[in-house]
C-alpha cells in the first residue's frame, strides 16, 4: 500500500499526525492480540475439557445401552436456551445461561423405575453438549478476532508505520534540497550584484 504524499508542509503535518496515531495505538492493539490468543487457548482447554466429559458420561452408559431402548425419548424435549452476552477483549461472545427443558408426564408406576434417572442423564449429556456448542461458537469468533487484530498489527508494524517514516523523510530531504537550493541561488544573486556594483564604481 504506497502512502499518498505531496512535497509541501500540509501533507508532512498530515503524515506525521497519522504516524503519531499508529505509533500511539499500536501497543494497545499488540495487547488485545496477545489477550486475544490467551481467550483462544482458554476457550480451546474448555472445549477439550467438555469433550472428555461427554465422551465419559456416555462411555460410563455403555453397559446400559441394552436398557435405553426401552426409554421414551419424547420424555424430554429442550424447550429452550437462554443466554447473555459477554465481551472478552472487546468482542461480543453468547455465553450460555440456561437450558430449559420440556418432561413430558409419564406414569412412575407402569414406566421403568430408572426412567428419572435416565431424563436426569439426558439433562446432564443435553447440558455438556450445548455448552459445547456454545465453546465451539466462542473459539470461531475469539478467532476471528485475534486474526483481524494480528492483520492489523502486521498491517501498521509492516507497512503503515514504516511508509509514513519514508515519505516524512522523503519530504524533510526535498524540502531541505530546496531550501538550500534558495539560499544557494540567493548567494549567486547577491553575488552578481556586488560584482555589478563593483564594476559600476569602476
Not at 426409554?71 to 447473555?84: A, C, G, Q, T, W
Not at 470461531?140 to 503503515?160: C, D, G, I, P, Y
Request: with cysteine; net charge positive; hydrophobic share 40%.
Amino acid at each position: 500500500m504506497a502512502i499518498q504524499f505531496q512535497y509541501n508542509k500540509t501533507s508532512l503535518q498530515a503524515l506525521e499526525k497519522n504516524l503519531k496515531i499508529r505509533v500511539r495505538a499500536l501497543p494497545t492493539i499488540k495487547n488485545k492480540e496477545s489477550a486475544l490468543r490467551v481467550e483462544v487457548k482458554k476457550a480451546k482447554d474448555e472445549n477439550l475439557k467438555l469433550e472428555q466429559e461427554l465422551e465419559s458420561r456416555i462411555a460410563s452408559y455403555d453397559k446400559t445401552v441394552a436398557l435405553w431402548g426401552e426409554f421414551d425419548l419424547s420424555l424430554i424435549k429442550v424447550e429452550d436456551v437462554k443466554l447473555n452476552v459477554k465481551k472478552i477483549a472487546a468482542v461480543r461472545i453468547p455465553v450460555l445461561e440456561e437450558v430449559i427443558y420440556t418432561i413430558k408426564p409419564y406414569s412412575m408406576f407402569n414406566s421403568p423405575k430408572w426412567f428419572a434417572d435416565g431424563i436426569a442423564l439426558l439433562k446432564e449429556l443435553a447440558q455438556i453438549g450445548i455448552e459445547q456448542v456454545f465453546c465451539e461458537e466462542k473459539i470461531k469468533l475469539l478467532e476471528h478476532a485475534r486474526k483481524k487484530t494480528t492483520q492489523k498489527v502486521n498491517l501498521f508494524e509492516k507497512v503503515q508505520i514504516p511508509g509514513y517514516e519514508d515519505a516524512i523523510l522523503k519530504i524533510k530531504r526535498f524540502m531541505e534540497d530546496e531550501e538550500n537550493l534558495s539560499k544557494s541561488s540567493q548567494k549567486i544573486v547577491k553575488s552578481r550584484q556586488q560584482k555589478l556594483k563593483e564594476e559600476e564604481v569602476l
